[in-house]
């Protein structure tokens, strides 16, 4: 593993548990970013990415491993309580164009905790202060879903052709937010995720080829999120 990697994946995890810390702490006496039960949302990023393949046949070729560079990309999701799904696009580039795009299918719960005296949003409603969410915050995220890796454009309508990586994801995300106003926000976001994928697409013959490694994804991701419904 490149020391570079290697060094920022120990940085990160220790960031994790650091902020998982805070956030237990908190929850209890801080309040609630929102007192929102369902929200729908979508994010506008740009950031780094870079992996390597774990272990595997085939780990030499890994999806991280070719799509570590420059990475933008969107997502939208929904929030019920503390559990969001969320669908995730990313494009990656490097020196000689596309290095190929990867779309996520995810679930899990997620924490956020606001810190500072300053709000946003608030309303006054029969002499009460309601709806008022704290300008800053951080986030603590656990996910798990279904990813597709290609190494090209992809041209719709996407088919098995076109993807060289499948297989599931589990990632680890922490984060720190400002918001503008009540809808829209900005977000540091730091994912490491983990993969058991395969080569060669949706049909591939595990008996009959190697096809299948780990690997290991870590990103900085700045976004831009706007809330649509809730």
Wanted: no cysteine; proline share 3%; net charge negative.
């Amino acid at each position: 593993m490149p020391l570079w990697y290697s060094g920022a994946v120990k940085v990160t995890t220790k960031a994790l548990v650091g902020f998982a810390a805070f956030a237990l702490a908190g929850v209890s006496s801080t309040e609630r970013a929102a007192a929102d039960v369902f929200e729908t949302s979508a994010q506008l990023q740009t950031g780094y990415s870079g992996g390597q393949g774990l272990s595997g046949e085939v780990q030499d070729s890994a999806f991280a491993a070719g799509a570590t560079g420059y990475t933008y990309g969107a997502r939208a999701g929904f929030r019920i309580a503390l559990f969001e799904g969320w669908i995730e696009h990313n494009q990656f580039l490097g020196g000689d164009g596309l290095l190929g795009t990867w779309t996520q299918f995810m679930a899990g719960p997620r924490v956020e905790v606001g810190f500072g005296g300053a709000r946003v949003g608030a309303k006054l409603e029969g002499g009460e202060i309601v709806g008022a969410y704290p300008r800053y915050f951080g986030t603590l995220g656990v996910g798990v879903g279904y990813g597709i890796g290609t190494g090209q454009q992809v041209e719709p309508p996407r088919s098995n052709t076109q993807a060289t990586d499948t297989g599931v994801v589990a990632q680890a995300r922490a984060g720190l937010g400002f918001r503008i106003d009540e809808m829209y926000s900005l977000r540091l976001t730091v994912p490491i995720e983990g993969g058991y994928l395969f080569k060669g697409g949706d049909g591939h013959d595990a008996s009959e080829q190697d096809s299948d490694y780990r690997s290991v994804r870590a990103a900085a991701l700045l976004g831009f999120r706007m809330r649509l419904g809730f």
